[in-house]
């Protein structure tokens, strides 16, 4: 498996260099756009382009409204603080996610709760987020409260796996009956759909990243995405100091957050939602030649759910066993073809060990057997 696994993702990159697991593209207007804010000198808070990028992505996704962030992180702190996540509250994610999603509601002074995956969709489970809710929760005229601690249960927060949309009309219907704010993490997913609709777009709030190694780069950038006009509004002036427009009285009316993404960034946001199209097209086809590689093996590529578009932003492959796994993650690394594991679960780590927690047997089970090959767009490095 493993030389015939080098030799194929080297054919596909034309390479006999160092193959990372992803680079970021830049083929279009990135220089130019960039340069223009450096020779505006308008590179940090005031600038044209964090408008043009907010509004290409409200384009794009169909956002009601976008604000841009200095991170994915931000956009997600941004989209609990929004949501009335309150100290001492739960948030009920997914233990198989990047550490982002869990600190941003550590720091609300939230405690995350974790519930299983779906195999399907490696995201929150909604058959184990209702079995969750029936078994440890209870419901009255205030909201959804853990029966053993007393502790509000104030939004459910899905990720969508390396792009692959989470069951989001399963989970915003128990949301609904639980009274539950629906939060999605699509930090990984955008150019991903469920049901024809954008990822982030469902859910009351949808948080997107623009780090290094996402589909798109600002270099370090997030977008909220809000379905309410009203929220939108409020989460941009929030996370611009709250600010009251003023000539020149500085009065903010609450406290505000300062994360504002910096013009120098959006410039190359902009730039770079002029190729989305295309990294997506290449992206599938990528996805479909490793899916070809797979078929009649014992490895299973992990292919986009059932009535769901991905943007296959991580391809990965999943090994018989975790002997298996092991095997290909040293023979590929050590042929410079870069490979990884998913990450530590995060119930896994000191900071979220005493966790409550649903059954993880499908989430710890893929722990041990997922692997993420190379997936950047073919021609970026
Ligand atoms: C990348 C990512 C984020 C946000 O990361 P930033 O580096 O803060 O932009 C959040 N959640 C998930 C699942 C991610 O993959």
Redesign the pocket.
């Known amino acids: 498996m493993s030389t015939a696994l080098v030799n194929f993702i080297r054919e596909l990159y034309q390479s006999n260099e160092f193959i990372p697991l992803h680079a970021p593209s830049f083929r279009g207007n990135e220089l130019q756009y960039v340069s223009e804010t450096i020779k505006s000198t308008f590179v940090s808070s005031v600038g044209k382009f964090v408008d043009e990028f907010e509004r290409k992505i409200e384009d794009f996704t169909g956002t009601v409204k976008a604000v841009a962030t200095v991170?994915?992180?931000?956009?997600?702190h941004s989209a609990l603080y929004m949501a009335g996540v309150h100290a001492g509250d739960v948030v009920i994610t997914q233990p198989l996610?990047?550490v982002?999603?869990c600190n941003?509601l550590y720091h609300m002074g939230a405690e995350p709760v974790f519930v299983d995956i779906s195999t399907n969709t490696l995201s929150l489970c909604p058959a184990a987020l209702s079995q969750f809710l029936q078994q440890q929760a209870r419901i009255d005229d205030q909201g959804c409260y853990l029966k053993s601690s007393g502790q509000r249960i104030r939004a459910v927060m899905p990720?969508h796996?390396f792009g692959h949309p989470a069951a989001l009309d399963e989970l915003m219907q128990i949301c609904q009956q639980w009274q539950l704010i629906l939060i999605e993490?699509a930090?990984?997913s955008l150019g991903s759909y469920y049901k024809n609709r954008h990822t982030g777009t469902i859910g009351q709030f949808g948080?997107l990243?623009?780090?290094g190694?996402?589909i798109i780069t600002t270099g370090?950038?997030?977008m909220l995405l809000c379905a309410g006009l009203k929220d939108g509004e409020r989460a941009k002036h929030l996370t611009t100091t709250a600010k009251v427009p003023h000539r020149w009285e500085f009065y903010h009316d609450e406290p505000g957050f300062n994360y504002r993404l910096p013009n120098l960034n959006a410039a190359l946001g902009c730039a770079q939602m002029e190729s989305l199209s295309y990294f997506l097209a290449q992206k599938r086809q990528l996805a479909r030649q490793y899916q070809a590689f797979f078929a009649d093996t014992d490895y299973q590529f992990v292919d986009e759910p059932a009535q769901c578009q991905a943007n296959f932003w991580l391809n990965a492959v999943i090994c018989p066993d975790l002997r298996s796994r092991d095997k290909l993650l040293h023979s590929t690394n050590d042929a410079n073809v870069m490979t990884r594991p998913v990450w530590q679960l995060m119930h896994q780590l000191p900071a979220f060990k005493h966790a409550i927690r649903g059954s993880l047997a499908i989430a710890e089970d893929l722990a041990q057997r997922l692997v993420n090959l190379p997936s950047s767009v073919p021609e970026a490095f």
């Open positions: 991170n994915g992180t931000a956009a997600l996610t990047f982002a999603t941003a990720m796996t993490d930090a990984e948080a990243s623009f780090n190694n996402k370090g950038g997030g």
